[in-house]
């Protein structure tokens, strides 16, 4: 791996929570550089729009307050192909590594061209508390062109799903109250602060 390799994270974000929070930091441990953005999941109903999500993964960007990380909301898409795309555009001399979560894993097999995606960059899995990473997930990966790194870091077990479904207050960061609270996003509104 390059030291001028860079992370690319896209995440729904719906809402980040302090394991966002916690993999970006340890991106910047592993990496030169570690870009994330908001995205759309195809396969997801969403419990904001993409504007708000992206807003609000940008405070947390701005809370972490580190040089070599970017919020670059223009490299979002529904489709990671188009993703890696528009990121070989904007830095053609630079490896990408495109970071996944362990619970992935298993899905990307189904990815809109991922055989053609997967050989534009190398794939970072960071393994997910709840969702082990097996040997043949790896061997599925790397049989369509995948050049998989495990990124061995400690995350959190969090989840926006909890979040989302009122049992996960503890999970967000204090920095995204206010914005939660002023466009009351998911159920949250100034008398449940």
Known sequence: ???DSIA???TSADPPTLGHQALLEGLLGEFQRVVTWASDNPSKRH???LKQ?????GCVVQTIDNPRLELAQDLSS???ITTLERARQRWPQSPLCFVVGSDLATQI???KDCEQWLGLCELGIVPRKGWPLQADHVQTLEGLGARPRILSLDIPATASSAVRQATGDDQIPDT????LLEHNLYGFHS???
């Not at 999500?53 to 993964?57: E, I, Q």
């Not at 995204?176 to 914005?179: F, N, Q």
Request: no cysteine.
């Open 109 to 111: 097999p189904r990815w």
């Open 53 to 57: 999500r992206s807003d609000l993964l």
């Open 1 to 3: 791996m390059s030291r």
């Open 78 to 80: 529904p489709y990671a």
């Open 176 to 179: 995204l109250w206010p914005l």
């Open 191 to 193: 008398s449940s602060a």
């Open 8 to 10: 690319l994270l896209g």
């Open 47 to 49: 419990g904001a729009e």
